[in-house]
């Protein structure tokens, strides 16, 4: 198995602009998750789908995230206008039923200017 | 709510000393527990999980933690720790019913050569 795939792996935009993030969970799992990590807040949930199905997004810091997830197969996370404080990692993990163990992708290393 | 706590932000070993690290959870419910490691630029990865039967879990890379249900603690140990060993550990919570995890705040663990 591939493993949770995300891309772009880095990121490097300005002040302003839309930025989109892309993730493809492992294939069966039924469960979604966007994460950002940054040394101030450390490790944050910020939305959740279950069969394609957001769950909780209290975690999405303003409107200016947005999250969908379309098929099984696809999420994006989508900044519009990103801002220098969405400066983060993004982490895409994805779990099966209840089975609570979460596997996470490589990230993508965003950096707004 | 569902939460654990990690009592140490950063420890510091020596190689070959011995690790112990803290989790303690608040949920008294059914719970599953889960540690996590992050080596430095990479995601994070499972390196136990405890759903139920024998207390004493083992994991990947001679690491193991004991589930104490009456100290609501789930602490994360190894006899022997390498170089390589030096990460982020984070503990989390499942409760029954909900999909997400709970995480620490996560200890940062260096060990010198």
């Known amino acids: 198995d591939a493993g949770v795939i995300q891309s772009p792996r880095h990121e490097v935009t300005e002040m302003g602009q839309e930025v989109t993030l892309r993730c493809k969970p492992i294939?069966?799992?039924?469960?979604l998750f966007w994460y950002r990590q940054t040394m101030m807040r450390g490790l944050e949930l910020l939305i959740y789908f279950n069969n394609n199905v957001p769950i909780d997004d209290s975690g999405m810091p303003e409107d200016r995230f947005s999250a969908k997830m379309p098929n099984a197969s696809f999420s994006t996370l989508k900044i519009q206008p990103s801002e220098p404080r969405d400066s983060a990692v993004y982490f895409c993990?994805?779990?099966?039923?209840?089975?609570?163990?979460?596997?996470f992708g490589p990230g993508t290393r965003l950096t707004v200017t | 709510a569902q939460s654990v706590s990690q009592h140490n932000h950063h420890v510091i070993l020596s190689e070959a000393a011995s690790l112990e690290l803290g989790c303690n959870y608040s949920y008294g419910g059914t719970v599953n527990l889960f540690w996590y490691v992050q080596y430095p630029g990479q995601h994070l990865q499972l390196l136990l999980k405890y759903f139920s039967g024998d207390p004493l879990v083992k994991g990947i890379k001679g690491f193991e933690a004991e589930f104490i249900k009456s100290k609501f603690s789930f602490n994360l140990r190894k006899p022997s720790v390498q170089w390589s060993d030096t990460a982020e550990y984070f503990c989390?919570?499942?409760?029954?019913?909900?999909?997400?995890?709970?995480f620490g705040t996560g200890t940062r663990l260096t060990v010198i050569p």
């Open positions: 993990a994805s779990s099966y039923r209840d089975r609570g163990e979460q596997y």
């Open positions: 294939s069966g799992h039924n469960s």
């Open positions: 989390a919570t499942k409760g029954t019913g909900a999909n997400n995890l709970f």
